[in-house]
């Protein structure tokens, strides 16, 4: 009944509980109890509506608000329980002879305060402290099996790109041009969903804007907007049609298995200006500096700030990642289970790059009136630098 072939195997499952386990100790928290999908998934293997109560010491519990069938089908766990509501977990330990926490962890970041609340009623013997930076630096780095998942989401990703040339032409709304790209997606397999953690994150798909549409600011933290197709949405395509001689943005994720892949490519109808053909060609070269600068150990908001001098360099500072106060203070960020995971390669960010993480790096351009040029590649961190996953052809595509 259910296809089991994608599921988290049982070891990947055991070794992230163990690092949880282990910084549960060190932080003298006694169990964390996991209550949003993204780290629900990530530690149960399961996104059916649960919680995951993972002591410090011992063995974990799911229980199973619904469907526990299907839980039991695609989680590896072996303590799987059914429970009615959320206020039997207490005793749902109990049974299990797990004693209540002195103190819980809780991922305080992205808990509605209601609920949190609610936990601090049923756990009224709990000091309650928040884990989620500890869940999410767990999640930087990224282990083999992710990163397999994450390889084969990149080439996926190369694929839509390629499909672009397929679909484009002159007159075509980009709403349009975006829904076909997005169904030849569907195709291939990509999940639909796009998770972000911050509040008020949405995304769908990603941005395909034309010309001086790409330009427009929006309330995400991106350096590219949209005008979209209503103010309820406020970013991505809209219904301006494509013309000739602009830049046309194509900044999609694509979501395999759980697992995000963030390519932008910039296509043109025939030839660009030459201002905008050499501010895409320095974003180039400030992605191959900081893919050789982005090594083990140095720090994530030090990337940026060697972005922006080489930027600066070009001549084009003021228009980085965004024009005028509009402009992000970032070039690149995590991508994992989500679209903005640990690191981020920001101003002032002080975490230091490791082994395994992965990175969307992106730098752009934008010129308002005219459009945005730049790069956008999904890249795992190693002893030399990124090593870079999505590979389809990085100058302007103009097609004649």
């Known amino acids: 009944m259910f296809d089991t072939k994608h599921n988290v195997p049982k070891s990947e499952l055991e070794s992230r509980i163990k690092n949880l386990q282990s910084r549960l100790a060190d932080n003298d928290i006694d169990g964390a109890l996991i209550l949003q999908n993204t780290d629900l998934y990530y530690f149960s293997g399961t996104v059916q509506q649960s919680y995951f109560y993972i002591p410090a010491h011992g063995d974990p519990l799911l229980m199973v608000q619904k469907d526990l069938d299907r839980a039991m089908a695609e989680s590896a766990i072996t303590g799987i329980v059914s429970i009615e509501s959320p206020d039997q977990i207490p005793e749902s330990l109990r049974k299990q002879e797990i004693d209540l926490p002195h103190t819980l962890g809780l991922e305080m970041d992205v808990l509605p305060v209601s609920r949190y609340f609610k936990f601090q009623k049923f756990f009224s013997g709990s000091k309650i ?21 994450i390889q084969k989401a990149s080439q996926l990703a190369d694929s839509v790109a390629e499909s672009v040339k397929e679909f484009i032409f002159e007159g075509v709304p980009e709403i349009e041009l975006a829904g076909k790209i997005e169904a030849m997606a569907r195709k291939l397999g990509h999940q639909g969903v796009i998770r972000m953690r911050m509040w008020g994150g949405e995304l769908f798909y990603g941005h395909l804007m034309a010309g001086d549409s790409a330009a427009v600011p929006s309330y995400l933290s991106s350096p590219t907007g949209g005008t979209a197709i209503n103010p309820a949405i406020a970013q991505g395509p809209g219904q301006r049609p494509v013309r000739r001689h602009e830049p046309v943005l194509v900044d999609y994720v694509f979501a395999f298995n759980g697992y995000l892949a963030d390519h932008a490519r910039i296509f043109s109808l025939g030839d660009l200006p030459d201002e905008l053909i050499f501010a895409h060609k320095a974003m180039l070269s400030v992605q191959e500096l900081i893919k050789r600068k982005a090594k083990p150990g140095i720090r994530a908001g030090e990337l940026y700030e060697i972005a922006l001098e080489k930027t600066n360099e070009f001549g084009f500072a003021d228009h980085f990642m965004g024009f005028g106060s509009s402009r992000i203070q970032f070039v690149g960020h995590g991508v994992g289970l989500e679209l903005d995971e640990f690191p981020f390669l920001a101003k ?22 005219k459009g945005v040029v730049g790069i956008e590649n999904t890249h795992v961190v190693g002893d030399d630098g990124l090593n870079q996953l999505t590979l389809f052809e990085e100058d302007i595509i103009v097609l004649k």
Request: net charge neutral; charged share 25%.
């Open 348 to 369: 002032n960010q002080d975490l230091i790059l490791e082994n395994n993480m992965v990175i969307a790096l992106e730098p752009k351009l934008i010129f308002p009136g």
């Open 129 to 149: 402290s928040d884990i989620s930076g500890i869940i999410r630096l767990i999640r930087a780095v990224k282990s083999n099996y992710e990163i397999k998942i």
